[in-house]
């Protein structure tokens, strides 16, 4: 393996890089809109649903069961309706996610007998939105109905009962506030990192084919090794740059805690980035056109990468044939590592599973790209 030969085609690779506006737009540009808009946009945090509110009593002890709703922060009063006919209208009509009806007689009905009723409808056009508000409003009934009794008990004399209770203290670990956010970002970090280096890689010998200039790449003395490591040298170099501005971009923008070791990240950030950029130089050297190259590296990497990595969907909720799947992925072992570095604070020995398996991963990617090259025009 010749040095100057690497550093030449390394030097080579980054004029084109350079001298290329679309390859210069998706290094420098697309990490930036995809954090903006994937950080942002992505959430599964559903606060502030609108509900619309027909109160047919319009009592004290009603509006304090509306107060509790429209305090708790999960739900906002989008309309205050007058009757049924209005109440499906607006559910018709998309202003109210869900509706809550006080009857007429509630206050009467709870004060005589120290239980009422009350009716709570939601559309279910949206299933996880319904059965998440759903849930939302049925713990602020039970502790609204649990404040209510405890009067109503205290107005009537009754003594609670002289038995043992058992209280549940719940406590959340490494993400205490449950904000999806810290859940999603760090994934996103993977996303993109595997859809640039991929698409930028993808079109370096896709590139020497479409402009003509492979059968003066092929006479040169340069290997398939050197070839493939002057070829790569520079969107590694970028990549890392990616890599370091989106690790920052959650750390500082997105304020995504990062309880680890720089260590443990950068080793796992540039393994995957091998691995993510020898896919794409594997595909380069197979499609000989720079827009099927892309296409097939946006395929095979960012499909993976959102679907079946943990990114955006559960691996423990998904089918066993399907979980099989995923541990082919190699954005499954990365997504996990980067999770348990920001959120858990783990050490190298801890994630020795998802390091080894992306590792391995790399030492393959690897051998298949260098042998990938063959000095034929054929």
Known sequence: MNLRRIIAIAYKEALQVWRDPRSLAIALLMPLMQMVLLGYGISLDIKRVPLCLYDQENSQTSREMLADFTDSGWFRTAAILDSDRAVRAAMDQGTCIGALVIPVN??????????????????????????????????????????????????????????????????????????????????????????????????????????????????????????????????????????AFCLLATAFWFDVPFRGSLFPLILTTSLFAIVVMCIGYLISVRIHSQLGASQIALMLTMLPTTMLSGYTFPIDQMPPAIRAVSLLVYARYYVTILRDVFLKGSSLGEMAGPIFALALYAVVIIWLAARAFRKRLD
């Open 106 to 243: 509630f206050s009467r009905v709870l004060a005589q007998t120290g239980q009422a009723q009350v009716q709570a409808v939601f559309d279910g056009t949206d299933a996880n939105t319904t059965n998440i508000a759903s849930g939302y409003a049925q713990g602020i009934i039970a502790q609204t109905a649990a404040a209510f009794a405890t009067n109503w008990d205290a107005r009537h004399g009754i003594q609670p009962p002289s038995v043992g209770s058992i209280d549940l203290e719940s406590r959340v670990w490494f993400n205490e506030g449950l904000d999806s956010r810290n859940f999603i970002i760090p994934g996103v970090v993977a996303v993109i990192l595997a859809l640039v280096g991929a698409q930028l890689t993808s079109l370096t010998v896709a590139r020497e084919w479409e402009r003509g200039t492979m059968e003066q790449l092929i006479s040169t003395p340069v290997t398939a090794l050197e070839l493939l490591i002057g070829k790569l040298s520079p969107y590694f170099a970028i990549g890392l740059l990616d890599a």
